[in-house]
């Protein structure tokens, strides 16, 4: 088939950029003819809670990336659209993660599929955001009702999806490994590297910090004696994008400040290997969720977490077999912990080998093969 894939990439960065180029480079290699319209601009640097949207790395190899959507210019998306519907692609593929781009991303779609040869579909990250606004459901309204058929990652975005259409074709399919971060490094060089101490023990939060990420509620599980009675160190590693005070007014509320390591800058891809490596367990502590690329990442680098029981981590964590599922409280997690530090280091090795196999990449793209199958079908 000939594919666009319409969302993040190179020079964007993020784990959603990161996703579009590794499946790009996956429908290459099973060889349809796959290219990324990536944005001209994405956010406005005001709507922007980060220190900057851009990755200053190369591009990835082999992967035709074209900077064309402008997220807030309407004749923009007349442009855009026109060119698809002209240049009559088998398939296009929209990212949708947040209701502000629905009016381009819809527009775009509904011009596309007016060729009446197009089949529109959506990888939906969230339908209903985690931060909600109002005219959330307005606009992803309009947005559902210019495609042809959904892909999710997990059966609760599903049902999300379901609250504004009952009968749109959707596939689930969950959210493949990442496997674009190098090989691991052993944890003497990781620790080396990071500047940690060798004979501490580590536990990892990963990823941009926003209060629906609950990190709140992991500093507080680092308070619980059972847990400063272990003697683990947390490590915090990502950008915050809101306040960093009330973080900072928790540690030194709790007297924490010798067992929590911050570096609080976007992680590049370069760096992840390390901060994996040395932990010894990922923890997220998340209030509420969907699917979570941090999970994918740690069952790549064969890591054991610690996941609350939100929206749908519980669906690719199994509990008692690669880490744990709990309730998003400080008592909860920090229980998890220790029980993990109390010699169940190696429990869960088997069942995350096990697991990590059905998150491979070709399970992605027949699921998206399946579903513009279904799509054509409707069509007919």
Request: with cysteine; net charge positive.
């Amino acid at each position: 088939m000939r594919i666009v894939i319409c969302g993040p990439a190179h020079p964007y960065r993020g784990g959603i950029a990161a996703y579009n180029e590794r499946l790009a480079q996956q429908m290459l290699q099973e060889g349809d003819a796959a290219a990324i319209y990536t944005f001209k601009l994405q956010y406005p640097s005001f709507l922007f809670p980060g220190k900057t949207q851009y990755d200053h790395g190369y591009a990835p190899e082999g992967v035709p990336i074209t900077r064309a959507i402008n997220s807030v210019n309407p004749f923009n998306w007349f442009t855009i659209g026109l060119r698809l519907r002209r240049t009559r692609p088998d398939l296009v593929i929209m990212r949708y993660w947040l209701p502000f781009l629905a009016p381009a991303l819809g527009f775009i779609a509904r011009l596309v599929r007016s060729n009446r040869h197009t089949r529109v579909i959506t990888i939906f990250d969230n339908v209903i955001p985690h931060e909600k606004r109002f005219g959330d459901r307005l606009l992803t309204r309009f947005f559902v009702k210019s495609i042809d058929g959904a892909l999710v990652m997990t059966k609760a975005v599903k049902d999300d999806l379901r609250q504004f259409s009952a009968e749109m074709p959707c596939v689930i399919s969950p959210h493949p490994l990442f496997d674009n971060y190098n090989v691991p490094v052993s944890r003497a060089e990781a620790v080396v590297r990071l500047k940690l101490c060798p004979a501490d023990r580590f536990i990892l939060f990963f990823g941009f910090i926003r209060e629906y990420k609950g990190l709140d509620l992991l500093l507080k599980a680092m308070a619980e004696q059972c847990v400063r009675d272990q003697g683990v160190k947390l490590i915090v590693a990502g950008e915050f994008y809101e306040n960093e005070k009330p973080y900072f007014d928790l540690i030194h509320e709790y007297e924490l400040a010798d067992r929590i390591i911050i570096h609080s800058h976007f992680i590049s891809d370069e760096e992840v290997k390390y901060y994996f490596s040395a932990a010894s367990l990922v923890v997220q502590p998340y209030r509420s969720a969907t699917q979570s690329g941090v999970t994918q990442v740690a069952y790549y680098f064969n890591k054991p977490m610690v996941v609350t029981n939100v929206g749908g981590l519980a669906e690719i964590v199994p509990d008692g077999r690669c880490g744990y599922v709990v309730e998003p409280d400080p008592v909860a997690i920090a229980y998890a912990i220790c029980d993990f530090f109390s010699g169940n280091e190696d429990r869960f090795t088997v069942g995350i080998e096990q697991q990590k196999k059905l998150y491979s990449w070709d399970r992605l793209t027949e699921a998206i093969r399946s579903l513009a199958r279904d799509v054509q079908r409707n069509r007919q």
